[in-house]
């Protein structure tokens, strides 16, 4: 067995055996009377606000405790710590009485060693990032066990035993990091604040240890270090280097499902080959068979997301647009731009291809290179330098690329306007358009995610890249801007679920008065 897998295999061990020390012992229990209006509160919003389903716990998490500290940090971190988990057992991302109360200490630790370093640097971008971090950490805190860095890592490692980066414009450190946050990129798809959080650990390791005491000098060297941080997490070859590393990422997704699905016989597994084959090509077939559930689940949510902003938009723009000036509601446009969307995605949801064996062989061959010593020792170069072209040449380019992209925009907006569209459906309609079009290309992405073998594109498939690029580039932008200006969001987080969560949180206490008061009225002893 290679060293890299040796480690692994360690690491993971005594993770398991942290983790079933953590487990015992008593559990908090939450009161859950209105418990399912905050749980439908947060499918509703989470619809509305598209995350990836892996994101949407952290994501609760750091808007909690940014609530919690609008108005200024909470003076009891430990009521602070059982609200957050509260709050969390009511939409459903913990199970209630499943929380042990080592947990809830551990949280409350580092809430305090967040609010102690917090306190030093009042600016809000500070504290929107620095709680965007401790999220991270409370999210690893509540895990079973969360092993997500440790794969990273082992990734890591074969990753430089068996590929070359030959470019010189970057430095051998900056290299190391790009290869790093692009494997978190692509592996557990850890978001930019998780890859934030993950280089604070690169940069300062004894950040990891939840009862750290207020250091002033540390507390400065970080504030320092978040330009860094942000500046490594812009990096121009952060996009190419994710694409080439997404491929190669499968393998270690499957070995991780196989570790934790064999808890007892991993070891034994690993080292017999064909043992090892075996458990692959069964874990590879589930695989393949969810991917049409997995289809079906993000085209649904993409539908309701876009059905919900096309609603707003509707409302407040479309029909008073036409009442006022049109003094009529046209139906066609209003049926199109309503019907369209849900149709392109399930047409786009067809086209997913299901992998062949071919794949299968060469996830085992990559998990074996991994697991198994390599004596040869080579090395695959690559390089992520831009390909040089003629200036000539991409001048050509560039034109080309701007007809197709009016004659697209033009062509469909002459269509449009024979259907009676105005300038208010037409913009709805382009806007929405280019957003499904890219939720379409984002589910066939992660659907594609058991998938190492090269797709071979036909002539149909390259006709219709050049069709939907200039709405997937529009797509991209809107996506961009929506995500840094949500109005329907910051409107719900404030008017809606501060309200809701203050009082789910009194209806509960005073069900367990009821409930204490009951107590001692029936179980009071009767007197002779």
């Known amino acids: 067995m290679s060293p890299a897998a040796a480690k692994l295999l360690e690491f993971y061990k005594e993770e398991i055996k942290k983790e079933s020390l953590m487990a015992a012992g008593p559990t908090l229990k939450v009161n859950e009377v209105l418990g399912s209006l905050a749980f439908i509160y947060e499918r509703v919003r989470n619809a509305i606000d598209y995350k990836g389903e892996h994101l949407l716990r952290r994501n609760a998490i750091e808007r909690i405790i940014k609530r919690q500290a609008w108005n200024g940090l909470p003076k009891n971190p430990r009521q602070a710590t059982e609200t957050l988990i509260k709050e969390l057992v009511w939409a459903h991302y913990l199970k209630n009485n499943s929380v042990p109360y080592s947990r809830v200490e551990k949280v409350t630790q580092i809430l305090v060693k967040y609010f102690a370093f917090l306190g030093q640097r009042p600016d809000s971008e500070w504290k929107n990032w620095f709680l965007g971090v401790a999220s991270c950490e409370i ?99 952060k996009f190419p280097l994710f694409r080439m590393i997404q ?18 016989e991993f070891e034994t597994i690993l080292g017999n080959p064909e043992a090892l084959a075996e458990k692959i090509e069964e874990i590879c077939l589930d695989k393949y068979a969810q991917i049409s559930q997995k289809v079906s689940t993000g085209i649904t949510r993409s539908i309701i997301y876009i059905f919900m902003t096309k609603m707003v938009f509707a409302f407040l723009l479309e029909v008073p647009y036409e009442l006022l000036w049109l003094k009529r509601i046209n139906l066609l446009p209003l049926g199109i731009n309503a019907l369209l969307p849900p149709a392109l995605m399930y047409l786009m949801g067809l086209t997913i291809r299901v992998p062949d064996e071919r794949n299968t062989e060469k996830i085992v061959a990559q998990i074996k290179s991994f697991v198994y010593q390599d004596a040869s020792g080579e090395k695959t170069p690559f390089s992520l330098a831009p390909k040089k072209q003629g200036q000539f040449l991409n001048t050509i380019f560039l034109a080309i690329y701007g007809v197709v992209f009016l004659l697209t925009f033009g062509l469909i907006t002459m269509l449009l306007l024979k259907l009676h569209f105005n300038i208010i459906s037409l913009a709805i309609f382009f806007i929405f358009l280019s957003l499904i079009l890219l939720f379409g290309f984002r589910i066939r992405f992660t659907a594609s995610e058991p998938i190492v073998t090269e797709e071979e594109g036909g002539f149909l498939g390259n006709l219709f890249d050049n069709v939907t690029l200039p709405f997937l580039s529009l797509g991209a932008w809107l996506s961009r801007g929506l995500a840094q200006f949500n109005v329907l969001m910051i409107l719900m987080d404030f008017l809606i679920e501060a309200p809701l969560k203050s009082v789910i949180a009194v209806v509960g206490e005073w069900a367990n008065f009821i409930k204490e008061r009951k107590k001692e009225v029936v179980e009071v002893p009767l007197q002779s």
Do not use: C
């Open 247 to 264: 491929r190669l990422t499968s393998p270690f997704i499957i070995l991780r499902e196989l570790i934790n699905s064999n808890p007892d």
């Open 139 to 237: 999210e690893e805190a509540l895990s079973a066990p969360n092993l997500d860095r440790t794969y990273v890592l082992s990734m890591y490692s074969w990753f430089k035993a068996n590929y070359r980066w030959e470019d010189s414009f970057l430095t051998d450190q900056e290299k190391d990091i790009q290869i790093f946050l692009a494997i978190g990129r692509a592996m557990p798809k850890f978001d930019e604040t998780m890859l934030r959080y993950h280089l604070l650990l690169t940069y300062f390791p004894e950040w990891s240890n939840s009862s750290l005491a207020f250091d002033p000098q540390l507390a400065d060297r970080i504030f320092k270090a978040k330009e860094t941080i942000d500046a490594e997490l812009k990096s121009p070859v």
